[in-house]
């Protein structure tokens, strides 16, 4: 059973310039959420996707935005790339109805290095 | 909105019994306390979670007082392998059935030989 996978796991990109990031749920998951976790910190809510569309959002800019596919996959996008948005970047997966208990299953995330 | 305390860090030597506290003064009725354990470059692993006294299951153990505005997650006989960030976490229900789980800091947990 494939837990969630996220391509890919580093790149390094330059300011100003746009990057996509990749998701696949773990199986049997519908929701998939993403973070940004900078070095040192915890990882900073960003959105949550469900039946293709955004459910919630953090604190985040709009140069932040995502898609959810029809087989619940998911991509982040991040435009206008800043210095600041170096991180790793993690993906999440649950099945809806079970978030209150809040066992989310995670990817082992896509470096990104602005320079 | 529902948010989190733990020490920022805490040493402890191989083979010890580890607790970490967690508190959550303004936890909602229905929400669960679930703890996660990150190491460096990788994604937070789901550790344990309860709603209400305790909590075991093969790897650690959750205690939660009645009125739930702490819990405290144990570590039995920890090893150098154990040296990892834990994020403790409670669900802030946003409407609608979502929720949205915000982390904290983490208590960064060293294991010394």
């Known amino acids: 059973d494939a837990g969630v996978t996220q391509s890919p796991t580093h790149l390094i990109k330059t300011r100003g310039q746009q990057v996509t990031l990749r998701c696949s749920p773990k199986?049997?998951?519908?929701?998939v959420s993403w973070y940004q976790q900078a070095l040192g910190q915890g990882p900073q809510f960003i959105f949550q996707y469900y039946e293709e569309e955004e459910r919630q959002r953090g604190n985040f800019p709009d140069r932040f935005s995502g898609h959810q596919f029809p087989n619940y996959s998911s991509e982040l996008n991040v435009n206008a790339l800043l210095l600041g948005d170096s991180a790793l970047y993690l993906c999440?997966?649950?099945?809806?109805?079970?978030?209150?208990?809040?066992?989310?299953?995670f990817g082992e995330g896509s470096r990104l290095t602005v320079l | 909105l529902a948010k989190t305390t733990q020490p920022i860090s805490m040493d402890s030597y191989e083979g010890q019994e580890v607790n970490i506290t967690c508190s959550h003064n303004n936890i909602a009725t229905n929400d669960y306390i679930t703890w996660y354990q990150q190491f460096p470059s990788q994604g937070p692993r789901f550790i344990i979670q309860g709603y209400k006294t305790k909590v075991t299951n093969e790897v650690a153990s959750l205690f939660i007082p009645a009125d739930r505005k702490s819990s405290t997650l144990s570590l039995p006989r920890v090893s150098l392998s154990d040296t990892a960030v834990y994020y403790c976490l409670v669900g802030d229900f946003q409407g609608s059935g979502t929720y949205k789980y915000i982390f904290g800091t983490g208590t960064r947990l060293k294991v010394l030989a």
């Open positions: 999440a997966s649950n099945r809806l109805g079970e978030e209150r208990t809040g066992e989310l299953f």
């Open positions: 199986s049997g998951h519908d929701t």
